[in-house]
């Protein structure tokens, strides 16, 4: 069982690292996309990212979906073979017909998605990289499957790393355009591709099961719903917003929500490590006050990172580097969307602590209906709340329907596998975090950085003067203080 739970931390941590890490390349790119386009430019970049993000999974009807949970179960490696070949061939096929669909109306596609049939070019350029990705996915499965995760990593950071030069390439040295952004994307997803071939084709052959395919897509399908409207939760306030308030708006949005990823990737860190090890220890003595607890100090890593993150955010996009700051000027205004869009992931954060539920009671077919409902609620929110806050409306929208998801969940795990939460010390905390961030707020402008920085430390000493931890965390805390004054 050691040996077990020593591999699964391995794998967890080292997928963990490469996921933060891919997330990280739009934090790379930001100096070169904010000081190279303005305002309209990156709006349209936006929205064709949005675009990329749902049809990628269309493209694949699910299929990846239910690869890895047959090709685990299948008994011998003739099994496995046939499963891979199956869903690789199928996949292929579903990205060849898309892709020559968007190859073709690639004008009417633009004119509908961009409101300019001009940028048909950007549309034909996403057909490929569609098309690469889809068949990627299903090859990053398969080392998953394999346990390969140092392998899977190095492929995903290599996909980073010729992303990030190829946009510099692009955009700095040949002079294109917001073309450049999607070029470089392709080759990046092509470049990967021929990567990975030895990979599949090591398991890959002319074998394909009309009976595997039903499992696939009658097992797959059924996750779309669920999965699309994940997504939509990330990226539909973009194509709303060019609607409502046109592109030059969209592209501010979009840069001051990549700095709100900062939680985001700091959540990711925790969901990596969370599924297994609720799953591990759900059974034994205690299981549900551990949970609660994980929640308070969750949520309590949370809110130092989004005090960080808030108090600085505006000497962040203002930071020099080779000449260029990290956003263009044209974009330091984007920063007011960033606490509305962390706070929205510190609702994601619980509503991964709540999933738990679903899990021990094997009842998933809830989740399409939470997601939904978080979806719904976004979409209804942008519309009403874009004409009167422009793109506030936007952000307010976010954190409306991840706050939605996270309670409707909440209400759902309660009922499959209910936990006492500790929900004295989550207002505490909440109600010290809101005046921290309200007097900074009072007093920004004539604060200096260091003194807007130390203001966070303020956060776990105001915790620790109201009575927030109980005996045995001072305890450990005085330990801590020792521990580093003695190392002193």
């Not at 011998?76 to 891979?84: C, I, K, L």
């Not at 205004?333 to 869009?341: E, K, L, R």
Request: glycine share 8%; proline share 3%; with cysteine.
């Amino acid at each position: 069982m050691l040996e077990s739970l020593k591999r699964l931390t391995k794998h967890s941590i080292v997928y963990g690292v490469s996921h933060i890490a891919t997330r990280s390349v739009g934090f790379l790119l930001l100096p070169i996309h904010t000081n190279a386009f303005s305002r309209g430019q990156y709006g349209i970049a936006a929205v064709v990212f949005t675009f990329l993000a749902i049809a990628v999974d269309v493209y694949s009807l699910g299929v990846p979906s239910a690869f890895l949970r047959q090709y685990l179960m299948s008994e011998d490696d003739a099994g496995r073979r046939r499963v891979f070949s199956t869903s690789f061939w199928t996949v292929v096929a579903l990205a060849v017909g898309f892709t020559l669909f968007l190859e073709i109306g690639a004008r009417p596609v633009a004119q509908w998605l961009l409101q300019d049939a001009q940028h048909a070019q950007l549309i034909r350029i996403s057909g490929g990289i569609l098309f690469f990705d889809s068949v990627n996915v299903l090859t990053f499965l398969l080392l998953r499957a394999e346990e390969r995760s140092v392998l899977f990593a190095l492929f995903q950071l290599a996909n980073v790393l010729v992303t990030f030069v190829l946009n510099a390439l692009l955009i700095l040295k040949v002079g294109m355009g917001v073309e450049g952004i999607f070029l470089a994307n392709l080759l990046a997803s092509g470049a990967t591709f021929l990567f990975l071939l030895p990979v599949s084709l090591r398991k890959l052959s002319f074998c394909f099961s009309g009976e595997t395919l039903r499992f696939l897509l009658r097992f797959g399908l059924p996750y779309l719903p669920s999965t699309i409207a994940v997504v939509l939760m990330d990226v539909i306030d973009r194509i709303i917003l060019q609607r409502l308030a046109g592109n030059e708006v969209t592209g501010l949005y979009s840069a001051g929500y990549k700095l709100g990823m900062f939680m985001a990737l700091f959540v990711a860190a925790f969901r990596f490590a969370w599924h297994p090890f609720f799953l591990s220890e759900v059974k034994k003595e205690g299981a549900k006050e551990l949970f609660a607890r994980v929640l308070t100090y969750l949520l309590l890593a949370c809110l130092f990172v989004f005090l960080l993150i808030c108090f600085i955010v505006d000497d962040i996009v203002r930071f020099r580097i080779f000449g260029f700051t990290l956003f263009g000027p044209q974009y330091w205004d984007s920063t007011v969307v960033v606490p509305w869009v962390m706070l929205a992931y510190i609702f994601y954060a619980a509503y991964l602590n709540f999933v738990i539920g679903i899990y021990t009671e094997a009842r998933s077919e809830y989740l399409p209906l939470v997601t939904g409902i978080g979806a719904a609620v976004n979409i209804a929110a942008n519309f009403l709340l874009i004409p009167r806050f422009g793109m506030m409306g936007s952000a307010y929208a976010t954190t409306l329907g991840y706050a939605a998801m996270a309670l409707s969940l909440f209400v759902v795990g309660q009922k499959l596998y209910p936990v006492r939460y500790e929900y004295l010390r989550l207002v505490h905390m909440g109600i010290a975090a809101a005046i921290l961030y309200g007097l900074e707020r009072h007093f920004h402008a004539g604060l200096p950085f260091w003194a807007r920085a130390g203001m966070t430390l303020a956060f776990p000493f105001l915790l620790y003067i109201t009575g927030f931890f109980d005996r045995n965390e001072r305890e450990g805390i005085r330990r801590l203080f020792r521990r580093l004054a003695w190392q002193a």
